[in-house]
């Protein structure tokens, strides 16, 4: 043996030593005490070892500690109810939770911190599994499990498994790129999925991923959690939010920046991040993935605040009519146009759900007979259809797609 192999040795067993003593510390306590005065009193009385955060370390932003905030209570009182009788026992509550937050709000950073405390409070997760899916990037995957082990390494515990996976009291957590989830589909014993900022995942992974996540209730009664800031309309996130009360699985919870305000977060973070275009979707939760590059959002506000009257139709004004068809899950958008004094106005924009052929094309020939002559009709070459031409035809336009 050789004096590197003697020391690797070594140190396996004295991290080995130091991991025990630390899991040992850390079974039968609680996540954190959410009442204040009880939360001091019992940091005194055990020097320290009060709860789960305390022993292991409170999550830190730019360098300084913080809290368990209240807001986070939110999410742990919907997947777990606290037994008054017995503080120490959970009993479920809500098992599959939908969370629409704002970006640095923390609620990834909580969530595997919970998912660690699951493993090591007792030994109910032994020989199972804990997923977090992330978007088609392995480099995510790898952070968000090396975000887990740093939780142990101010303990001297470092861990030898590969980067996507962490081992935990005989519980295996490993993290999946949505577009490698082979493995994913063939688990035995699922008891937690996370599904990170999950409306950022490809569309056409998206209900995929649910179906492999949700096909496990049967089977082992997982946890399943859903976390992200928005993205675009008619994503997962906008699919579940829309479904009923009474079909919808998840318990859904939406919290905007208002919740970190004073918190996580300042007030001047807050001001400053209001100057970004981005803002709305970032920070209040709302579907913004439409806007474009075509235009900066500069020129698209100096368009809005243009004056002038969208019912005022120039007749011998150039006309033209733009589409964008969709049919079944995508939206038919309809734009008409004027060019007067220079300008291109837009005097009529509208979108439509589900629409079938008969109803576009009267609302097409309305809108003819409603501005007079068009020039020209421009449609989207990603789904032109025969009767595009046969309209053209009747209404004796230029068609271009």
Request: with cysteine; hydrophobic share 35%; charged share 25%.
């Amino acid at each position: 043996m050789t004096f590197k192999d003697l020391q690797k040795l070594v140190q396996s067993e004295s991290g080995s030593k130091e991991q025990n003593e630390l899991f040992e510390r850390l079974k039968n306590k609680p996540f954190w005490i959410w009442n204040i005065q009880e939360h001091k009193q019992e940091d005194i009385k055990t020097k320290g070892d009060c709860c789960f955060n305390h022993i292991i370390g409170l999550p830190r932003k730019e360098k300084l500690e913080k809290p368990i905030f209240d807001y986070e209570k939110l999410l742990y009182d919907s997947l777990l109810i606290l037994d008054v009788s017995n503080p120490l026992q959970h009993s479920f509550k809500h098992k599959h939770l939908w969370v629409k937050k704002a970006t640095g709000l923390g609620v990834t950073e909580f969530f595997l911190r919970f998912m660690a405390w699951l493993c090591l409070r007792n030994d109910s997760y032994r020989n199972s599994q804990f997923c977090i899916v992330t978007g088609p990037n392995q480099d995510i995957a790898i952070k968000l499990i090396r975000r887990m082990k740093a939780l142990f390494e101010p303990h001297n515990i470092i861990f030898d498994s590969k980067e996507t996976v962490l081992e935990l009291n005989g519980c295996r957590i490993e993290a999946y790129p949505s577009n490698h989830i082979d493995a994913f589909r063939a688990l035995d014993n699922p008891k937690f999925i996370l599904l990170d900022e999950a409306d950022f995942f490809p569309k056409f992974q998206q209900e995929d991923i649910r179906h492999v996540s949700e096909r496990y209730i049967a089977k082992s009664d997982p946890y399943i959690v859903m976390v992200s800031t928005p993205n675009s309309p008619l994503g997962l996130f906008e699919a579940i939010e829309k479904e009923s009360e009474e079909s919808c699985i998840y318990k859904r919870l939406l919290m905007d920046y208002t919740y970190g305000l004073g918190k996580i977060y300042t007030d001047k973070e807050i001001a400053k991040a209001k100057q970004s275009p981005s803002f709305e979707r970032e920070y209040n939760l709302k579907y913004l993935g439409l806007i474009g590059n075509a235009f900066s959002q500069q020129s698209i506000d100096n368009s809005i605040s243009a004056d002038y009257n969208p019912d005022r139709i120039n007749p011998n004004a150039k006309k033209s009519i733009g589409i964008d068809p969709g049919f079944g899950s995508s939206k038919f958008a309809i734009v008409v146009t004027q060019y007067v004094d220079g300008k291109i106005q837009i005097i009529y924009a509208d979108e439509f759900d589900r629409p079938n052929f008969a109803s576009m094309i009267n609302t097409i020939w309305q809108l003819k007979q409603k501005c007079g002559y068009i020039s020209n009709i421009y449609v989207d070459a990603a789904n032109p259809e025969i009767w595009y031409i046969q309209y053209a035809k009747i209404c004796q336009v230029k068609i271009i797609w």
